[in-house]
């Protein structure tokens, strides 16, 4: 089903991306990037600077008005859309607004992606269990979300992300609503995974958050255009 | 599969409110109405194909010779012709006691009663009338051989067809069965367009779930499954309620038809295939709430990527 990645073995490809919504004027300006598979990036930028539309693009919830995007080898532009829930498995997305389903319990938040992807409900409650543990909610697996602090709805979202390890893990200001100790143990997480293969993007504005990540590379947005200095966005270093 | 099958897992992604909304209310008295209009015009179809039935084939001649002794001669001579005829079934003469029975209804005895011994009613000079019922169903052809009989034996007899006087009703009948059948159209296309917006709303209230399971990579067919099987559920249960209420005015209706044995309204009835269509209309129903439901949900749903 998945091609191999092109542009030297890319999972993401952005090329010329242009996003306006309506008539107004573009929000996103010729952004090209690419993202290597197992790499980890930082999105930066300034409030409405356009990274929730240029993250809704990796996460396949907004097409593009012009411009290549091309995940996993595919072309997302012209894609036809029953194909695009196959992709949408393969990315993991932790929502700035948590957006964790009210009327299921955390542990069926958590489970939620491996059972719309057809997993048992044998094979699913060891690794779901493990995530709640892991996320300290273990005591709080039947709460349901409205009765959860925002730090551990914060928790329950990522848990939810990351359960049927995505090969894309899409973050928008994931640690905003976390203590600093809370905060460290989810970059731990995501760096797990990033060292299992999964590229990770992550948006945030926390500066110190970007530092604690070992080779991780920045994307900057200013006002709808993607800054790279350095270029190694455009032409990343073979990692070893 | 009427009621998709859901996982019970995936069915909590829906919070349980049934019958709390109004759609189980609003497709039971629709449905009720639907049974009772399909009943009323399946009745009257069959009352006005009964009536049509027995007329189709009837005529009277009536005889009215001045000469009450001629009359009287003719009359035997034409039945007795008619009924050696192939396209005859059956000519009978009617007495002229049961004339004067039917008239004296009208015109009343001295005493108050019926008045067949009324003298003045004895005094009338009345016509011969023979009833004639014909073989098979070409009835133009038969016409024109009994014109030609009576032309030979009554002169001057008038052939009168029951089509001509009790047509008019049948067709009256028949009009109001096709009126009842529209009805029961109309209701359907009622019953769907609740079903439409109770689509409508119920992807509207759950629109952040339904962002959010396609996020997770949920397909519409996963998506439309869960609301398909909630939205049948719901109609099934005001179907269920509409259904038990019509059988039981039907059945009341049906009681007190039972003493009606007379007249056009004797011939009012459901018959097994009235009943079987009745019985299928619920299931019917189910299967068009849930595959609009379904069609309404896959349009909804192509809108959002």
């Known amino acids: 089903m998945t091609s191999a990645p092109r542009s030297g073995g890319a999972m993401v490809e952005f090329s010329g991306v242009g996003l ?22 930082f999105l930066t930028g300034a409030s409405g600077a356009g990274k929730t539309s240029l993250l809704k693009m990796l996460y396949l919830a907004q ?21 695009l829930p196959g992709f949408r498995r393969r990315i993991g997305v932790v929502f700035q607004d948590f957006r964790l389903i009210p009327h299921l319990s955390a542990r069926d938040n958590i489970a939620l992606p491996l059972r719309i992807a057809g997993v048992s409900e044998e094979d699913l409650s060891g690794p779901v269990g493990e995530m709640l543990g892991w996320i300290g909610l273990a005591e709080r697996a039947d709460a349901f979300p409205p ?21 894309l893990l899409v973050a928008d200001e994931p640690t905003g609503n976390v203590d600093p100790e809370m905060a460290t143990r989810l970059l731990g997480l995501f760096e797990a995974l990033n060292r299992l293969g999964t590229t990770v993007v ?8 970007i530092s604690r990540i070992e080779n991780a590379q920045m994307m900057r947005l200013e006002k709808g255009r993607l800054s790279d200095p350095t270029g190694a966005l455009r032409y990343p270093p073979n990692r070893s | 599969m009427i009621i998709p099958r859901v996982p019970v897992q995936h069915r909590r992604l829906l919070p349980d409110r049934r019958l709390s909304g109004p759609t189980p209310w609003v497709i039971a008295i629709l449905m009720l109405l639907t049974l009772l209009a399909a009943a009323a015009g399946v009745g009257l179809a069959r009352s006005a194909n009964a009536i049509g039935d027995a007329i189709a084939g009837r005529v009277t001649v009536q005889i009215v010779t001045a000469n009450p002794v001629t009359r009287a001669e003719q009359a035997v001579a ?12 059956s000519a009978r003469a009617v007495e002229q006691e049961e004339l004067r029975a039917t008239l004296g209804q009208w015109f009343g005895g001295e005493d108050g009663s019926e008045g067949g011994d009324d003298p003045v009613l004895q005094s009338l000079p ?30 001057g007899a008038r052939i009168i067809p029951h089509a001509e006087w009790l047509g008019p009703v049948a067709r009256l009948i028949r009009s109001l069965a096709w009126v009842a059948g529209g009805l029961v ?24 779930t339904i962002e959010m399971l396609h996020m997770i990579g949920a397909t519409d067919q996963q998506i439309t499954r869960l609301f398909q099987r909630r939205i049948a559920i719901d109609t099934a249960y005001g179907i269920a309620l509409g259904t038990v209420v019509a059988a039981l005015i039907l059945l009341l209706i049906g009681w007190q038809w039972s003493g009606v044995t007379s007249g056009l309204a004797a011939t009012a009835s459901l018959g097994p295939a009235g009943w079987a269509l009745l019985l299928a209309l619920p299931l019917l129903a189910i299967a068009l709430a849930a595959l609009t439901a379904r069609l309404t949900l896959l349009a909804a749903l192509q809108k959002i990527l």
């Not at chain 2, 159209?185 to 952040?208: F, Q």
């Open chain 1, 20 to 41: 306006r919504y309506g008539p107004d004027a573009e929000i996103l300006s010729d952004v090209s990037f690419n993202l290597q598979p197992g790499s980890f990036y």
């Open chain 1, 63 to 83: 097409r593009p008005s012009r411009g290549i995007v091309r995940l996993f080898g595919e072309d997302l532009v012209s894609m036809p859309r029953h194909r």
């Open chain 1, 147 to 167: 009765t959860l602090s925002g730090g551990e709805q914060q928790r329950v979202a990522i848990a939810r992300a990351v359960i049927a390890r995505p090969q």
């Open chain 1, 202 to 209: 992550v948006a945030t504005h926390d500066i110190h958050l």
């Open chain 2, 78 to 89: 034409l039945r007795r012709a008619a009924a050696a005829q192939p396209f005859v079934r």
């Open chain 2, 126 to 155: 009345l016509p011969a009338l023979i009833d004639i019922d014909f073989v098979g169903e070409d009835r133009a052809r038969h016409m024109g051989q009994l014109r030609a009989l009576v032309a030979r034996e009554a002169p």
């Open chain 2, 185 to 208: 159209v109309l209701m359907t296309l009622a019953s769907g367009a609740v079903v439409i917006m109770t689509a409508r709303a119920a992807l509207g209230t759950h629109y952040a």
